[in-house]
Each structure stands twice: as structure tokens, then as C-alpha cells.
């Protein structure tokens, strides 16, 4: 585990400090700067990626999340053949439905760690969970006829 660096100068000590109002302000940029510059995650952005790909890949192993998935590589495939405002959508949506199931997936990943017991109210929090999803199923379904429309 890294360790965990602080600034050198306190914030009780950036008011102590009295200059000149252009040295004053050059010392607080300074020390703005320090407190940029020593973060106690120096490697935030890669640990955020590292952290994303291996939920992906925790992801990828639900049986719902993989048909989702199918579903948005379809959807892609319609924008790239006819692209315009409903293929977009559709898109767009899908990739939402990704995400949401993540997020549903993680509530259930969740409430299981809390109990294993049938309980009502983590029957109603997974409840949500899946209506959630639902919802922007229905919406895909919804602007999916809208686009198949002048078809029929």
C-alpha cells in the first residue's frame, strides 16, 4: 500500500504567512501547487481504468449483462449500417442499459454480502435494481418500434 504524503505547509500555516501582497500570492500558488502535486494517489487515472476493466470484466460474467451486450453490439451495428436520430438512441441506450445492469449488479453483489437470508426489504432493494433495467429496456423497445415504423 502506498504511502500516504502531505503537504509541507498546513492550512493554519498558509494564513500565518505574511509577505508582500505579490510574494503572498506567489507563495499560495506555490502551495496550491504542492497540494496538486502531492496527492495520496499519484496514479489516479490508471487506477480508475485498471478498476473499470476489471468490472467489465466481473460484468461480462453475469448471463444477463452478456445478452445486454449482444444487444448493444447489434444496436452499434444499425448505427453504423444506416446512421440518423433512432440508431443513435438506440445506441446510446443500450450503452446505458450496460451501465444500469452494472449498477444492478452491484446492489445485488451487495446485498448478498449482507445476508444470504430472505429478508423483504433486500427483495424490494433488488426489485428496484431490475426495475431499472426494465425501464431503459422498454425504452430501447420503444424507440426500436419507432424506428421500424415506416416499415410497416
Known amino acids: 500500500m502506498p504511502r500516504q504524503m502531505r503537504p509541507c505547509i498546513s492550512p493554519s500555516q498558509?494564513?500565518?504567512?505574511?509577505?508582500?501582497?505579490?510574494?503572498?500570492?506567489?507563495?499560495?500558488?506555490?502551495?496550491?501547487?504542492?497540494?496538486?502535486?502531492v496527492m495520496p494517489k499519484k496514479r489516479n487515472i490508471i487506477d480508475a481504468t485498471i478498476n473499470a476493466v476489471d468490472g467489465i470484466k466481473e460484468l461480462i460474467l453475469q448471463k444477463a449483462a452478456r445478452r445486454e451486450l449482444v444487444l448493444?453490439?447489434?444496436?452499434?451495428?444499425?448505427?453504423?449500417?444506416?446512421?440518423?436520430?433512432?440508431?443513435?438512441?438506440?445506441?446510446?441506450?443500450?450503452?446505458?442499459?450496460?451501465?444500469v445492469e452494472a449498477l444492478n449488479t452491484a446492489i445485488e453483489?451487495?446485498?448478498?454480502?449482507?445476508?444470504?437470508?430472505?429478508h423483504p426489504e433486500i427483495k424490494k432493494i433488488k426489485d428496484?435494481?431490475?426495475?431499472?433495467?426494465?425501464i431503459i429496456v422498454l425504452a430501447i423497445g420503444l424507440i426500436f418500434i419507432r424506428y421500424l415504423s415506416p416499415f410497416f
Open 72 to 99: 448493444a453490439v447489434i444496436a452499434i451495428g444499425f448505427f453504423c449500417y444506416r446512421p440518423n436520430v433512432y440508431t443513435v438512441l438506440i445506441a446510446v441506450l443500450s450503452l446505458v442499459l450496460l451501465a
Open 128 to 134: 428496484l435494481g431490475a426495475a431499472a433495467v426494465m
Open 14 to 37: 498558509k494564513d500565518a504567512i505574511e509577505l508582500s501582497s505579490g510574494a503572498n500570492r506567489l507563495v499560495k500558488w506555490v502551495v496550491f501547487l504542492l497540494e496538486i502535486t
Open 109 to 118: 453483489k451487495t446485498c448478498d454480502l449482507i445476508t444470504l437470508e430472505q
